[in-house]
């Protein structure tokens, strides 16, 4: 034996994109019935990560003042939401991005956030900012690996300890 008495064993994992079921996004608004039911599963899993303080975040994550919604469908699965609203003529907050937990760690939540960038982009904004808690680990990773950069905390999140804001210009 080459390696002696020892067998080797190396193990290689490619990670082909390509052979993931691409992410088909469609552009629509907060009535959307897939949007309203994947905020329903992001609500229910802030719940539990908020605990005591759910109620507190919760009253800024209403869908009256959003126009701009995605949701990213695997054929005809909803299987990630994200949206962004106003702030003023130049910037916008990214709001409400979920992935359901069954098509985590794909790229996917990238892959609608890069759009709701290129949206916002296309409308004239120059700047997205966005708010997530710190116990919210994957979305803090996610805002990183995608360019996103913490900010002190803006408007209704100034002060809150548990809340991480970020910017990113567009």
Excluded at 32 to 43: M, V
Excluded at 60 to 82: A, D
Excluded at 98 to 120: F, I, N, P
Aim: glycine fraction near 8%; charged fraction near 20%.
């Amino acid at each position: 034996n080459l390696f002696g008495s020892k067998r080797i064993f190396t193990k290689f994992v490619f990670r082909n994109q390509s052979l993931m079921p691409s992410l088909n996004i469609l552009k629509t608004t907060p009535t959307n019935s897939d949007f309203k039911s994947l905020i329903a599963l992001l609500d229910k899993d802030l719940a539990i990560t908020d605990g005591e303080e759910h109620d507190f975040y919760h009253q800024f994550n209403g869908t009256q003042q959003i126009k701009h919604v995605l949701v990213g469908y695997i054929g005809n699965t909803p299987v990630s939401c994200g949206a962004f609203k106003a702030l003023h003529t130049k910037e916008v907050e990214i709001k409400r991005m979920y992935t359901d937990a069954h098509y985590r760690g794909k790229g996917y939540a990238a892959q609608l956030l890069s759009a709701l960038e290129k949206w916002a982009a296309a409308e004239g904004f120059t700047s997205c900012v966005l708010e997530t808690g710190t116990r919210q680990k994957a979305a803090i990773a996610l805002y990183h690996k995608c360019g996103y950069q913490i900010i002190p905390n803006y408007g209704p999140y100034k002060g809150v300890k548990n809340s991480l804001c970020f910017k990113k210009a567009l």
